[in-house]
């Protein structure tokens, strides 16, 4: 069957059709997947009945995977294997976090705009997302278009965010929620690393790097940056930007995290919501040296 991409989203997402994922893919196949990851940013697999291996050889059919090691606050108690990032609601039982669970807590942090992983030094390529089971309402997530919204930047903006550089760390998006009680094992954890706030993707074309985990920009004093920041991350999620994922059980939904934001919906905090993330590491940092 040849493989079709039909646009779903504004200036990005669309639908695949004419690919089976429950298999690694051929060289020619994970071609034409990247050229359609370069050209749409987001790619949607409708009606994917995969369990975890199938998930996992896939992502590694189109690239190395990311372990999701110290990232999240569920290491003591892991559902899935360090290939997966746990995106769910649950616990080592199936069973939805109680309301106020520490781990679900953190968790809401993806409600957030946010670019997977820009608070690693080497930060994530692609993300792939596959649903196992969804609310009966809510839960949608949306994508942003990170090179649409710089192009849409005047002039003297594109010039003054040229060669900016943000600090990043899961601390700064935690604590926009008012999640601030890190352990001391926690910060050194989540010490922040050094992005671009301008970055090129390989079709060559520039993007914005927001990312909630951008607590401050070096150089500037905090609250300029931070309401800076804000100012962009506003401007570049205005609804021409975005595609809404409306999810329903098997889609498996890939993203590129170097030229999209994304964050999740909320939705009843008692019906669980399984939906499991494989990443595809990046290739380098985006600045030449991190701060000592
Ligand atoms: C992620 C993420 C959003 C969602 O998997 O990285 O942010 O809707 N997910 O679950
Ligand atoms: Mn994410």
Not at 30 to 59: C, P, S, W
Not at 95 to 102: G, L, S, Y
């Amino acid at each position: 069957m040849p493989i079709t991409f039909r646009q779903v989203g504004p200036t990005l997402g669309a639908e695949v059709e004419g690919i089976d994922i429950s298999k690694p893919l051929s060289k020619a196949d994970a071609a034409a997947v990247h050229a359609g990851m370069d050209k749409y940013a987001v790619l949607v697999f409708r009606e994917q009945k995969i369990n975890d291996d199938q998930q996992l050889a896939f992502t590694q059919s189109l690239g190395d995977i990311e372990h999701a090691i110290g990232t999240s606050l569920r290491s003591d108690n892991d559902r899935l294997p360090t290939s997966f990032a746990d995106v769910s609601n649950l616990d080592k039982d199936n069973k939805p976090f109680a309301r106020d669970d520490r781990r679900r807590l953190f968790a809401i942090g993806n409600r957030l705009w946010h670019s997977d992983s820009s608070f690693k030094v080497v930060p994530a390529k692609y993300s792939l997302l596959h649903a196992r089971s969804i609310p009966s309402k809510g839960g949608n997530t949306e994508f942003a278009d990170m090179k649409a919204a710089y192009d849409a930047l005047d002039e003297e903006t594109k010039a003054q965010v040229e060669d900016l550089v943000c600090e990043h760390s899961q601390m700064f998006s935690r604590s926009k929620l008012g999640f601030v009680d890190f352990t001391d094992e926690e910060r050194a954890r989540f010490k922040p690393v050094l992005q671009r706030l301008v970055r090129t993707h390989p079709s060559g074309r520039k993007s914005l790097y927001l990312s909630s985990h951008a607590g401050t920009i070096i150089g500037w004093p905090v609250p300029e940056a931070k309401a800076f920041l804000m100012d962009l991350t506003e401007a570049a999620t205005q609804r021409e930007f975005v595609y809404t994922h409306k999810w329903r059980v098997g889609d498996l939904v890939m993203w590129d995290n170097r030229q999209t934001m994304h964050r999740a919906r909320a939705f009843p905090a008692h019906e669980p919501r399984d939906v499991r993330r494989t990443t595809l590491m990046g290739d380098a940092p985006t600045v030449a040296q991190q701060a000592a």
